[in-house]
């Protein structure tokens, strides 16, 4: 059995989580909380037991990319809502890659939410509240320093590959993966994937019956949105 380092001091509070040092220094705790934001934080509420849910989810997925040969942060899971994760430094690109349109993309080109795109399509965005995290162009990310030519040559396979991992092993599972964003980050040379995969930051949609089992149930006020995260944990559990 591994030792788990002593949880130190809180370093950084997000909208979903707290991360702690602990007493490695290349180890990090994150603790996943209820809090829901949506619209940069315009809109808060809670979802009761999301952070335990979001928890597990995420460590399914992590789990299923590194079988599948993609690095991520995660070590393993302490308990309900903490998990234990390699320390990264985060490369302040947000990462979305879209298999269907939805959300911001439906509204900036004006097409139907539910199109399906003749290929997917990889966006970045810069990491930054003040701004809402505008979209930007790889060129950006390069020309301010956020990120070199090769690591965004290596994000967007990474990218790609999760894309590839995570749609079939949905679709197997009768949810259809609309679209989602990632975080990377440096740790010793390597580009690994951190943050989170959960219905927080991804689009699923049943395949049945599209409908949505993810945070736009939050964003858009269409309730049952506790249900929905207890369903995709059941469809990713099985
Ligand atoms: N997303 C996210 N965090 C953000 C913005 C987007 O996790 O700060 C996820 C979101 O859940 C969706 C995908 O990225 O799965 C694409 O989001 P979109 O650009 O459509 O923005 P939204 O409509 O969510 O504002």
């Known amino acids: 059995m591994e ?20 007493s490695d220094p290349d180890l990090v705790i994150a603790y996943f909380k209820d809090d829901a934001t949506a619209f940069n934080a315009k809109k808060r ?12 989810i995420s460590e399914l997925f992590f789990m299923l990319l590194e079988k599948n040969g993609v690095k991520t942060h995660f070590v393993r899971r302490l308990n309900d809502r903490e998990m234990l994760c390699k320390r990264l430094q985060i490369i302040p690109v947000e990462t979305v890659v879209r298999n269907i349109v939805a959300g911001s993309l ?22 930054s509240d003040p701004l809402d995290d505008p979209l930007i162009l790889g060129e950006h990310a390069i020309a301010f320093g956020w990120a070199t ?32 964003k990632l975080e990377f980050g440096r740790h010793h040379g390597d580009i690994l994937l951190g943050d989170e995969i959960c219905p927080d930051t991804c689009r699923f949609w049943d395949k049945a019956t599209r409908q949505k089992l993810d945070k736009d ?9 506790e249900d929905a995260y207890h369903e995709m944990l059941r469809r990713v559990e099985s």
């Open 3 to 22: 030792t788990t380092p002593q949880k130190l001091e809180m370093f950084y509070e997000g909208k979903a989580k707290k991360l702690y040092s602990t």
């Open 106 to 127: 439906a509204k900036r080109l004006g097409r139907e939410e539910g199109e399906q795109l003749k290929r997917p399509i990889v966006e970045y965005y810069y990491k």
């Open 149 to 180: 030519a090769d690591e965004l040559k290596q994000i967007d396979a990474k990218a790609l590959k999760v894309n590839e991992v995570l749609k079939q092993f949905l679709d197997e599972r009768g949810v259809i993966l609309v679209d989602f």
């Open 217 to 225: 149930r939050f964003r858009r006020d269409l309730g049952g949105v």
């Open 45 to 56: 509420g809670t979802i009761e037991d999301k952070g335990v849910m979001n928890n597990r």
